[in-house]
C-alpha cells in the first residue's frame, strides 16, 4: 500500500483525524513493532492527513543507504571521485546525477535503471525456432486437471500476461466442438467462444505471433467445423499460406507480426491419440476412435507441423524439418536433457520441441523449466493457473525481452561464478492468510537455479519488521558477498530467486513475496528487485535490496 492508501485504511470514521487507537492499529497493519511510549510521543494527541504523510516519510528513511551514501562521503557530501568510481566499478553505469546530496542519492536509487533486471529489446528478426516462446499448458483450466473449470478468461489472462502459445483440446460437441480436459470432469466450453478471446486479446500486449496448438479429438464433420470457425473469426489474423517450394527458411517474428499460427498434424502424418491424453479408468472399456483427419483442418497447420520425434539424423536430413514439433513429455524430456544435452540441443537448431508436464500432476503443478530452456526448447509449456516457482522463473524469462513473449536463444556456454548479499527490505506486505494481525518475522531465501543443479541459502529472521527490515548493516556489503558454490554455464537459462518468508514458530513458514532474474539480464551492484505476491501480481510499493555479482570462474 502506498501513503495514500494507509491513510484511508486508518482514518475508518473519516473525520480527517487519526487518533491514537487507530494509530497504533495501522503501524501493526504495516509491520512497524513500536512500543506504546514511542506510539504517543510520535502521535502528539492527533494526526491530521499533512501530519501522517510527513510522520510515513520519516519512518521510510533508508538507513541502509545512509551507510552506503556514508561510505562514500566526506562530512556529509559525497566524495565526488568515490562515487565515480561507485559507478563504474560496482554499478557498471556511466549515469551521472546532476547533485551529490543524500536525499539525490536516495531518489536516483529508486528509479527503474537501478532494478536488478536489465530489460532489453531483442532482435526479432531471426528464424522462429530460434527464440523461448512463452507457452501454457492446457490452457483453458482454471485450477485442478481432474473437476477444474474451464473458462475462456483463462485465454485472456494468459495472452494479456504475454503468452504466445496456448493449447485447446477439442471434443466432439452436441452441435459444434467444445473443450474440456477428455475423460475427466472438467467443465466445458465451446471453441468458438475460445477462438472469438483468442482474436479480441492476442495482440493487446504483444504484437508477435500467437500459436493455437490444438489437440485434436474431433470427427471429421467437426473438424471441418473447427476450421470453418477458425477462418471466420480469425479472418486475416490466421496465417494460411503456404511457404514457397523452395523456402527453406522459418519466418522471424517479425515477418509474422499480428499473425495466429495453428500447430497440429497434416494429413500424410500418421494418426495417433496426442500424447499427453488422460487415459480413462482400467475398468471403463473404450471403443478405439476411428479417426480421420479433416484436408480443411490439415490445411491451417502450416508452419508448426506436429511430428514424433524418431532421430535426430532423419531431422537433419529432411531440409523442411523446420516446419516441424515434437512434443516430449517432462519425464522423456528430461532423461534426454541428462543423457544426451548435445543431441537434444541440436535437434532445436533444426526444428521445435514442445515440452508439457506429466499426467500425474493432476493437481496443475509444475516442473522446472530451466533444464529444458538450457537444450534450447524453444515451448516449455506450464499450467499458468498455479503460481510457483515455475511461473516465476516463466515470468522472468520473459520479463528480459520486454515481456514479447518472445527471447531471443544466444546458445553461448559459459561459466559464470555468482555471489550476493541481502540488504533490506521495504513495506513487506502480511501473509495471505494473516488472520491474527501479527507483525511478520521476515527472513530471505537466495536461490540459484541453473539448467544442471541448484543451491539455496537463508538469512537470518528478523523479528517483528516487516516495514523495513535490514539484513546487512556493513556499510560496504559489496565487500562481504556471499559466491555460490555451484557455476553457471547457461546464463540464459539460469536464475536469481529471492523468497521472503514470514518465519512462524508453530505452524508451516508462510509465503510474502517473491522475486528474481534470468542471469542473461542480471544488472549487476546495489539492486531493488521487483516482488510478485502469491498470485504473480506486482508489489508496487514493496521491494527488495540486495548486492549482485557475476564474473567469469577462473
Not at 504495516?30 to 510522520?55: C, Q, V, Y
Not at 471434443?171 to 472469438?196: A, C, N
Not at 479480441?200 to 473438424?223: A, L, M, R
Request: hydrophobic letters at 35%; aromatic letters at 10%; a negative charge.
Amino acid at each position: 500500500m502506498n501513503p495514500e492508501e494507509i491513510w484511508q485504511l486508518a482514518d475508518r470514521n473519516n473525520d480527517g483525524w487519526m487518533d491514537f487507537s487507530e494509530f497504533t492499529r495501522i503501524l501493526k497493519k504495516i509491520n512497524i513493532d513500536m512500543t506504546p511510549n514511542e506510539a504517543k510521543r510520535l502521535h502528539r494527541d492527533k494526526l491530521d492527513k499533512h501530519g501522517f504523510l510527513e510522520l510515513f516519510g520519516q519512518l521510510s528513511k533508508r538507513s541502509d543507504l545512509k551507510r552506503l551514501y556514508a561510505s562514500l562521503s566526506n562530512n556529509d557530501s559525497m566524495d565526488r571521485e568515490y562515487y565515480l568510481a561507485f559507478l563504474q566499478i560496482q554499478q557498471a553505469q556511466p549515469t551521472e546525477m546532476t547533485s551529490l546530496s543524500f536525499e539525490a542519492f536516495c531518489e536516483w536509487f529508486e528509479q527503474p535503471e537501478n532494478s536488478i533486471l536489465n530489460p532489453q529489446t531483442h532482435d526479432m528478426s531471426q528464424p522462429l525456432m530460434q527464440y523461448f516462446i512463452n507457452a501454457s499448458h492446457n490452457s483453458y483450466l482454471t485450477s485442478d486437471q481432474l473437476a477444474g473449470s474451464s473458462s475462456t478468461e483463462q485465454y485472456k489472462k494468459i495472452l494479456l500476461g504475454g503468452g504466445r502459445c496456448v493449447e485447446i483440446d477439442v471434443w466432439d460437441g452436441p452441435q459444434e466442438p467444445i473443450v474440456y480436459h477428455g475423460h475427466t470432469m472438467t467443465s466445458k466450453i465451446l471453441f468458438r467462444d475460445v477462438i472469438q478471446t483468442i482474436h479480441d486479446f492476442s495482440f493487446e500486449t504483444s504484437p508477435y505471433p500467437v500459436c493455437i496448438s490444438i489437440e485434436n479429438h474431433c470427427s471429421e464433420k467437426q473438424q471441418q467445423m473447427m476450421a470453418q470457425i477458425m477462418r471466420e473469426i480469425l479472418q486475416d489474423y490466421l496465417l494460411t499460406a503456404e511457404p514457397s517450394l523452395g523456402s527453406l527458411r522459418m519466418p522471424s517474428p517479425e515477418e509474422l507480426k499480428h499473425k495466429i499460427l495453428v500447430k497440429g498434424k497434416r494429413l500424410e502424418e500418421d494418426d495417433e491419440l496426442p500424447e499427453d491424453a488422460v487415459e480413462p479408468p482400467k475398468k471403463v472399456v473404450q471403443k478405439k476412435e476411428n479417426f480421420k483427419m479433416s484436408r480443411e483442418l490439415s490445411d491451417l497447420a502450416v508452419y508448426f507441423q506436429s511430428h514424433k520425434f524418431k532421430d535426430l539424423d532423419e531431422v537433419l536430413l529432411d531440409q523442411r524439418s523446420f516446419m516441424h514439433v515434437s512434443s516430449f513429455g517432462e519425464s522423456k524430456a528430461l532423461r534426454m536433457c541428462k543423457t544426451t544435452p548435445d543431441k537434444l540441443t541440436r535437434y532445436n537448431n533444426h526444428a521445435f520441441s514442445r515440452i508439457y508436464p506429466a499426467g500425474r500432476r493432476v493437481d496443475s503443478s509444475n516442473y522446472n523449466p530451466a533444464p529444458y530452456w538450457g537444450c534450447g526448447c524453444q515451448l516449455v509449456a506450464l499450467n499458468f493457473q498455479t503460481f510457483d516457482q515455475a511461473m516465476l522463473m516463466n515470468l522472468l524469462m520473459f520479463a528480459q525481452n520486454q515481456n514479447m513473449g518472445y527471447v531471443l536463444r544466444n546458445n553461448l556456454k559459459t561459466c559464470l561464478v555468482v555471489s550476493c548479499a541481502v540488504i533490506s527490505a521495504f513495506n513487506l506486505p502480511k501473509p495471505r492468510n494473516n488472520t491474527k494481525g501479527e507483525i511478520i518475522d521476515p527472513y530471505v531465501e537466495v536461490e540459484l537455479v541453473t539448467p544442471k543443479e541448484r543451491e539455496k541459502w537463508t538469512t537470518p529472521i528478523i523479528d517483528n519488521n516487516g516495514f523495513n527490515p535490514v539484513w546487512s548493516k556493513d556499510p560496504k556489503p559489496h565487500e562481504s558477498l556471499k559466491t555460490f558454490k555451484i557455476t553457471v554455464e547457461s546464463p540464459e537459462a539460469s536464475f536469481l530467486i529471492f523468497t521472503i518468508k514470514d518465519k512462524d514458530l508453530m505452524t508451516r513458514d508462510e509465503f510474502i513475496a517473491s522475486g528474481g532474474v534470468c542471469l542473461s539480464a542480471m544488472q549487476q551492484g546495489y539492486r531493488h528487485v521487483p516482488l510478485y505476491d502469491y498470485q504473480m501480481k506486482i508489489l508496487t510499493e514493496s521491494r527488495l535490496f540486495v548486492c549482485v555479482s557475476s564474473a567469469k570462474a577462473q
